[in-house]
């Protein structure tokens, strides 16, 4: 098996192998990392996927990427302790499946790739003797799904920022209930404005000394568990579409690279709600970043220049910068030929929640009524009867007031968010400005 090779995607950076891409998260020329060339299922792997369990497929898919960085056993205990949650996929109708990815200790589908995450990494800060400064931006549920997964973990510190107005109750009290080497701040401004912080810290040289790590989707560590669970639904149910919806496109990228990788795929239903910014690109080729974001129900999909973005231009061989400029545009009747893209309003959401309950008495909330209302959509205007695999990517227990308002019940909420939320909070403040930032890192994490 070989290496794989890494480049980034701003084209300035050196080549780097897996360890180094996922300690450095970001690449030095601020881009992302991708493979040079992309690892392949045999077809006697994809014969013989039936008869693996979900941590058996997980093994199989994160080993051709780490293979010759981490011991099959290391692997195989990383795999069985980060995926001991359920993972239903529920049949709605002859060609629609519902794939809950929300059954994770944080209630959401980032569990997936935080919890493999934080295992890899900490076996690799293990290795080096090394302490590990993790920043992390989150619009809502990657804050809480790194927290949870990070927490207690040794030598390893995870600073979050989130934004003050724009996280649900919930999703709040899930990063700031932890403590001890979980720090979460809030920011006044957008979600775009806690990623631009965390992406100025690091390509600051005066941080260096610091050690800074990335747990966002621009980490390549968080893509790959993400390709896992496309490879579980085609062993269960053969060639599907998927339904995905979309925020910062980190889900997605999982999907894609599953397909270049080999696997059977037919369509991707791309997903989004009012930032409708991917949509407009896929209709007219022109792409026009969204600032600021809108503000949706669905709002971990709140994001107006998706920042794996340039990964999908570089998919399909675009180069773009961070401003959302090509230099080369992308194959775009290959992005057509593999996606279809729909943006859904808040109130076709909340229509949504409603009559998929009336429909299927199954309850769902507002990503996930972004996903399987655009499939619908979808099916309405192409005919395109394949089975669908439409992800619900959060419990509806995070969305409380929209379930409400929508339904007037009140979702129940799993047990391991009950202790979340019966804890104190303890929450920074910053303001939108990088110097502040800067100072309050030096001070407070220097050694
Ligand atoms: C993060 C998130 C999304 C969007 O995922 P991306 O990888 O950012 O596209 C969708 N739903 C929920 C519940 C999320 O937390």
Not at 12 to 39: Q, T
Not at 100 to 113: M, Q, S, V, W
Not at 323 to 335: H, L, Q, R
Request: aromatic share 10%.
């Amino acid at each position: 098996m070989n290496k794989i090779i890494f480049y980034s995607t701003n084209l300035k950076a050196k080549e780097a192998n897996i360890r180094e891409v996922i300690l450095n998260g970001l690449a030095e020329d601020k881009g992302l990392y991708m493979p040079k060339s992309f690892p392949v299922f045999t077809k006697e792997e994809l014969d013989s996927l039936k008869e693996m369990d979900y941590r058996e497929i997980a093994f199989m898919v994160m080993k051709k990427f780490l293979h010759g960085f981490i011991e099959d056993k290391a692997l195989e205990k990383i795999c069985r302790d980060s995926y001991n949650f359920p993972i239903p996929l529920e049949k709605l109708d002859e060609t629609k499946y519902i794939m809950r990815l929300d059954k994770g200790p944080t209630a959401a589908f980032k569990d997936f790739a935080a919890r493999a995450m934080a295992r890899i990494m900490q076996q690799f800060t293990e290795e080096d003797k090394k302490e590990l400064l993790i920043l992390t931006a989150t619009s809502g549920d990657t804050g809480s799904a790194v927290a949870n997964a990070f927490h207690n973990l040794d030598n390893i510190e995870v600073v979050i920022l989130f934004p003050e107005k724009e996280v649900t109750e919930r999703q709040r009290k899930l990063m700031t209930t932890l403590g001890g080497n979980i720090t979460a701040i809030s920011v006044n401004g957008k979600f775009d404005d806690c990623q631009a912080l965390v992406k100025d810290a690091f390509v600051d040289k005066e941080l260096n000394s610091l050690n800074l790590s990335s747990a966002n989707s621009i980490n390549f560590a968080r893509l790959m568990p993400q390709i896992v669970y496309y490879v579980y639904a085609y062993s269960r149910l053969g060639k599907v579409n998927f339904s995905v919806p979309s925020g910062n496109f980190g889900d997605l990228m999982g999907g894609l690279i599953a397909k270049k990788m080999g696997l059977p795929v037919d369509k991707f239903i791309v997903a989004v709600n009012e930032n409708d910014e991917f949509m407009k690109f896929y209709k007219t080729s022109i792409y026009e970043k969204i600032s600021p974001s809108r503000n949706c129900l669905s709002n971990a999909m709140n994001v107006g220049h998706p920042s794996n973005f340039a990964r999908l231009a570089a998919l399909y061989n675009g180069i773009i910068d961070d401003n959302g400029i090509f230099s080369k545009m992308p194959d775009m009747e290959a992005i057509r030929k593999d996606m279809w893209a729909y943006s859904v309003t808040d109130e076709q959401t909340k229509e949504e929640i409603k009559s998929v309950y009336e429909r299927y008495h199954t309850l769902i909330e507002p990503h996930g009524a972004v996903g399987l209302y655009a499939y619908e959509r979808y099916l309405e205007e192409t005919k395109d009867n394949t089975i669908t695999v439409c992800f619900e990517t959060a419990d509806p227990a995070k969305f409380p007031e929209t379930i409400r308002e929508v339904l007037n019940i009140e979702p129940k909420l799993p047990d391991s968010m009950k202790l979340a939320l019966e804890k104190e909070e303890k929450i920074g403040k910053i303001p939108n400005d990088y110097k502040i930032f800067k100072e309050f890192l030096l001070t407070n994490f220097s050694r």
